[in-house]
């Protein structure tokens, strides 16, 4: 079993890279699991509707450059589908039971996910209408991968 993240932007900050690293050293033992970064798209802080689009499509290609044709796609987005982690531990083991070796999740950037991104993703998977650092949620989402892996195996990690 393959579980990737593509994450854009270059994860900086000490405290989640250790945090990323310790829920990678845990899911070591379920599958291998990585983390793609792909380099953001520089902007200025103001844009017109068109430069968004054109930030999103750019940083769209560059994640699409990652996905391979066999690999099961979950983008996160806001107007994804909300699971509770039991239910994303169920959708994990039967996503692996019917064949499916290699998961990949997206996080966009700070202008979230292209259209061809979404268009491309087999699934959306929101974590609630909060507005979360995209950096914050790589640390978030490999802790709740790590969990489903837990809730899969009968430990006693959730409770």
Known sequence: MNIKIIGVGKLKEKYFKA???????RLGRYCKFEIVEVPDEK????????????VMAKE????????????????L???????????????????TTYGHSDITFVIGGSLGLSPAVLKRADAQISF?????PHQLMRLVLSE???????IINGLPYHK
């Open 19 to 25: 945090g990323i690293a310790e829920y990678a050293k």
């Open 60 to 75: 769209g290609e560059r994640i699409l450059d990652k996905i391979k044709d066999r690999e099961y796609v979950y983008a």
């Open 128 to 132: 609630g209408r909060f507005t979360l």
């Open 77 to 95: 987005a806001i107007k994804g589908k909300e699971r509770s982690s039991e239910e994303f531990a169920k959708e994990i083991n039967k996503l």
């Open 43 to 54: 902007a200025p802080e103001s844009l017109s509707q068109a430069e968004m689009d054109e």
């Open 144 to 150: 709740q991968i790590y969990r489903a892996f837990t």
